[in-house]
């Protein structure tokens, strides 16, 4: 059975930096994309960055550029998210997920994590 574990949401004030990680588990994690995704309240899910299998290639939401940075450890079968120079725009349930396309479109996710918090105050 596969199972994504996110965990490291949390309240912080803009400026503030968290780190979410996400432990993956009943899959083969370094044959996977892995993604993660946000939704707010109201608002549909949206992509926020991927990563490649190997880790070689990246790609984020262009709001998250520069602030946001995806990396993953093959050995630990987790993929991590460091966030800096959060917003209050940033606020939203973050998700993990696994695929096997490098791509931003959820559909193309088969493994999903039940989410955590995170909660920027301004």
């Known amino acids: 059975q596969v199972q994504l574990v996110e965990s490291g949401g949390g309240l912080v004030q803009a400026g503030g930096s968290l780190r979410l990680s996400c432990a993956a588990s009943?899959?083969?994690?370094?044959?996977?994309?892995m993604g993660w995704f946000r939704q707010a309240p109201g608002k549909e899910r949206e992509f926020v960055a991927t990563?490649?299998?190997?880790?070689?290639?990246?790609n984020y939401l262009d709001s998250v550029k520069g602030r946001f940075t995806i990396s993953r450890d093959n050995a630990e079968n987790t993929v991590y998210l460091q966030m800096s120079r959060l917003k209050p725009e940033d606020t939203a349930v973050y998700y993990c997920a696994a695929g096997r396309s490098h791509v931003s479109a959820s559909g193309a996710y088969y493994y999903w994590g039940q989410g955590t918090q995170v909660t920027v105050s301004s």
């Open positions: 990563i490649s299998w190997s880790g070689s290639s990246t």
């Open positions: 009943g899959l083969t994690f370094s044959s996977y994309t």
